[in-house]
Nanobody
């Protein structure tokens, strides 16, 4: 069983930056894939970005490409999401999740954190 804990959410102004963190309770296997997803009020949860733990291979949703960067710190077992040029439409609860396959489909993710709220105001 792996526990994921997100942190770093908050309320920021449009155009500001924020970095989310996710800690994993267990060392990641070489096949692990970590993803960030988000759910805005009244909307379905959607894919944001993912990374392959072993060799990086990031993938981004079109809506965040060029503004968000996913990264990981292998020794610390930490996952990050650097969010720049934030927009009001980025307001959502952000979740980190763990899968064993390279996929942006949330159904492929077995472990989920509790989420952290990001609110962007104009």
């Amino acid at each position: 069983q792996v526990q994921l804990v997100e942190s770093g959410g908050g309320t920021v102004q449009e155009g500001d930056s924020l970095r989310l963190s996710c800690s994993a309770s267990a060392r990641s296997s070489s096949s692990a894939v970590y993803g960030w997803f988000r759910q805005a009020p009244g909307k379905e949860r959607e894919f944001v970005a993912l990374i392959r733990w072993r060799n990086y291979s990031p993938l981004y949703a079109d809506s965040v490409k060029g503004r968000f960067t996913i990264s990981r710190d292998n020794p610390k077992n930490m996952l990050y999401l650097q969010m720049n040029s934030l927009k009001t439409e980025d307001t959502a609860v952000y979740y980190c999740a763990l899968a064993s396959r390279y996929s942006s489909n949330q159904r492929d993710y077995d472990y989920w954190g509790q989420g952290t709220q990001v609110t962007v105001v104009s």
